[in-house]
């Protein structure tokens, strides 16, 4: 049964105007938005994507406005980046059913439905400590892109939690791009020889960190160990195949539009949605001699 007044949902991912552009991240979102079309056309209703700044967003409140002209029934929205969202309060205070995939933004945590990145960023990290290595360095993405923050905090648990050194310079910052995990790796061989093994926030800076390390002559796995995080397309293309971090970002958006539902229907006591990775083992580690 069809309960909104338009059958529209809206989908609004929130970039930033500092890196207003999706990249490399386009083939993370792809899964999350068949998932979410998977349930959406079950039940009848059409979807309203768009891709917005969290700049704009608040300057014309846009998505307050959204809910009160009934263009949707209900939101999706993908803010990627720790800001303050003040429309949020307004959607609350309005009554206006969405969820929210990141919960450092949440005021309301039934209507979130999260990835777990800490976890997934301990799995990672601890694959590697678990091979041997005593040295590891990260690739991390944005300062404050909320994924990267997570990830971040994941890996610094997992080395003091291990006692494994992370030496000045072997943590280097990028955008989540392929060039920028490229510079990255320049700095981090710039300060010195590189570590046993590198972590790396996602696939696409792995891969660039990849390219820069055989640059200097040296060999992946054999002299580093690297990980990816997201098992994009590009983990099991580069060579060799990337050891990776899978979210299961179809099953975070078939789940955040049955949550969507929930509330349009009027659900109550509802709990936050938290979503589980996996480790995608493959040949770009090795274990220490």
């Given at each position: ?64 406005q ?98 494994v ?5 072997w ?31 996602n ?48 099953e ?35 274990r220490?001699?």
């Open positions: 049964m069809i309960t909104g007044k338009s059958n529209t949902i809206g989908l609004y991912i929130l970039n930033s105007q500092h890196n207003p552009d999706l990249t490399g991240e386009c083939s993370y979102f792809y899964p999350m938005l068949r998932g979410i079309l998977s349930v959406a056309e079950q039940r009848g209703y059409a979807l309203n994507f768009s891709v917005k700044t969290w700049e704009e967003i608040e300057a014309t409140n846009l998505l307050v959204k809910s009160r002209d009934q263009s949707n029934d209900g939101m999706i929205i993908v803010p990627q980046y720790n800001y303050y969202y003040s429309f949020l309060q307004d959607l609350e205070r309005g009554n206006f059913p969405y969820v929210l995939l990141n919960p450092s933004a949440c005021p309301n945590r039934s209507k979130n439905v999260t990835l777990d990145n800490y976890h997934g960023a301990r799995l990672a990290t601890g694959h590697l400590i678990d091979l041997g290595h005593t040295g590891i360095g990260f690739i991390n993405g944005p300062a404050n892109h909320y994924d990267a923050v997570v990830r971040e905090k994941g890996f610094v648990d997992a080395v003091m939690q291990a006692g050194k992370v030496r000045e310079g943590l280097q910052y990028g955008d989540f791009t392929t060039g920028s995990g490229y510079e990255a790796m320049e700095r981090m061989l710039q300060a010195g020889p590189p570590p046993e093994a590198i972590f790396c926030a696939d696409y800076m792995a891969a660039g960190a990849i390219r820069a390390l055989y640059a200097h002559g040296y060999r992946v796995p054999d002299d580093v160990s690297v990980v990816g995080y997201d098992n994009t397309d590009i983990a099991a293309s580069v060579f060799p195949p990337l050891t990776t971090v899978e979210n299961p970002t179809f975070l958006g078939r789940l955040a539009m049955e949550r969507l539902l929930q509330l349009i229907e009027g659900q109550q006591g509802l709990e936050e949605i938290i979503v589980q990775p996996r480790l995608v083992v493959r040949n770009s580690c090795k220490k001699d």
